[in-house]
């Protein structure tokens, strides 16, 4: 990945694992990282996980309580750089609700994303037509507003496409692929995305049968999200108005359980059947 592929989110996850790996080496915990910023434990808590920018004198001081040395120092330094800085303006980014944002962040940075969706296709797997056409669902959209959120899900798919992408796997049921989304046009350009996206090596498509009955998934839309270095994975399960994040690993270690069932249960073969 170029430097112009990646964005602030990037280096901050990229400097939070720098400073772990340095936690880890010198014994500094996050009770001193906590004492020597003066800051909540919530705080250090976002910074180890890259999901808050780090001042330029709270950077310095960090690095002074780790010891660093001047040459990695300055590489450092650039990561923090980096992270501060701000995204560029685009059209879509004032119609994304801010309970998104986070999840945005999330999956922007996973390196591998598991998703299950039993109604409709994921958002990284759909065409304009497509999603355009669920997201006009939404009535309390205005026109400029759905135009917006279509563009925002197309940005968010060209990561499939660009250097160095996620993992990502997906499990549907067989009756999704029927489901009357859109115009014929819209669901058969569909399939024939879903069939190029099927031979990109970094992606799997699995299709639960029709034959299939109920799992221990039921109808719960979820996604595992693992992200880079050593960070826990999180759980992010969709409702109609919210997400929520599950990050305890007891209920983590249930979704990925329920996950292999699914898989267990799908195959890889039946594109190619569905009629539109």
């Known amino acids: 990945m170029t430097s112009s592929d990646r964005s602030p989110v990037d280096y901050r996850v990229g400097l939070a694992h720098r400073l772990r790996e340095l936690m880890r080496r010198r014994g500094v915990t996050k009770a001193d990282i906590k004492t020597t910023l003066g800051c909540s434990e919530s705080k250090v808590g976002k910074i180890l996980r890259g999901d808050h920018s780090i001042a ?3 950077l310095v001081a960090l690095l002074d309580l780790l010891g660093v040395a001047e040459e990695e120092r300055a590489d450092l330094v650039h990561l923090g ?10 059209p879509w980014g004032a119609a994304i ?17 598991e998703a299950y969706r039993p109604d409709l296709l994921h958002g990284l797997a759909q065409t ?17 507003e759905v135009d917006s959120l279509v563009q925002a899900r197309l940005a968010r798919q060209r990561r499939l496409t660009a250097p160095h992408p996620p993992e990502y796997a997906l499990v549907i049921r067989q009756s999704v692929l029927r489901a009357p989304v859109g115009s014929p046009e819209t669901r058969f350009e569909q399939l024939r995305h879903l069939r190029r996206l099927a ?5 799997t ?7 299939v009955g109920l799992t221990s998934a039921l109808y719960f839309p979820f996604e595992i999200l693992t992200p880079p270095g ?11 108005t919210d997400g929520l994040f599950v990050d305890e690993e007891s209920r983590i270690s249930h979704y990925e359980a329920v996950f292999r069932e699914l898989v ?7 594109l190619d059947s569905v009629e539109v």
């Open 205 to 211: 498509l699995r299709i639960i049968p029709d034959s």
């Open 128 to 144: 304009e037509a497509y999603a355009r056409a669920v997201i006009e669902t939404n009535p309390a959209l205005r026109p400029h």
């Open 230 to 240: 050593d960070l826990r994975k999180t759980v992010y399960v969709e409702t109609l």
């Open 199 to 203: 031979e990109l090596p970094h992606v």
């Open 81 to 90: 750089e980096e992270a501060r800085k701000r995204r560029p303006k685009t």
């Open 97 to 113: 609700p801010d309970r998104l944002r986070k999840y945005f962040n999330t999956e922007e940075t996973a390196r591998r994303i």
């Open 56 to 58: 330029p004198l709270e």
């Open 264 to 270: 267990t249960v799908s195959a890889t073969d039946l």
